[in-house]
């Protein structure tokens, strides 16, 4: 049986391929573009979001068939079409070279999947099911989506100014730990999504010391 390995890839500036020029392959596109990937597209024909992304310069894209050597230097490839044997020949030129590659919908084609994501702010939950059903993973996304809302990303977002202004204390960095526990434990979630400003000031100055604030921490 079937067991991924999970892991978070750091594409930032990193050279991706995608291969497919329609609706799946503008999804690829954008998603790559937001983790900061360098995306070259390669299909005869286009959508109209990624003609715009070409034309802006934001992507590289060559309007023809692929070839082989379209693979040269990339780090990713993904392939998005609806063609059987093209999708075969860009897994197994990704296969002789090692890349990481993806293709569309055929899991026997990949060396990676893609999980249904679960996304706030700098929070992300991937969900997969191992190849079985894409479908179960799309709904147990959804239940998720109702779950955690904007205050998570909110959370994350101040326990990270909150961990800055530590770092740039004397203390070592392994006494962090309790306190963003303490935190977490006296309701500051719960604070949040009630935009309770005033008693998270009351409970950053309680855990953390007397002089940090919404307000010091933003300035920060």
Known sequence: MMRYYPVCLDIRNRACLVVGGGQVGTRKVTTLLLCGAR???VSPEAGEELTELARAGTIQWHARNYESGDQAGAFLVIGATDQEAL?????????????????????KLCNFVLPSIVQ???????????????AFAKYLRRQMQRQFGPEY?????????VRKH?????????????????????????LIRRDDRATINALLA?????????ETLRTR
């Open 87 to 107: 999708n075969r020949r860009i897994h197994a030129d990704a296969e002789k070279d090692g890349r990481l590659c993806n293709i569309a919908d055929q899991p």
């Open 39 to 41: 995306v070259t597209l």
């Open 120 to 134: 706030q702010g700098d929070l992300m939950i991937a969900i997969s099911t191992g190849g079985q059903s894409p």
């Open 166 to 190: 530590l770092l740039q204390q004397a203390h070592a960095p392994e006494e962090h730990k309790p306190i963003f526990e303490r935190l977490i434990a006296k309701g500051l979630l719960e």
């Open 206 to 214: 309680e855990v953390v010391g007397p002089d940090v604030s919404l």
């Open 153 to 161: 990303a909110h959370l994350l977002k101040l326990m990270g100014a």
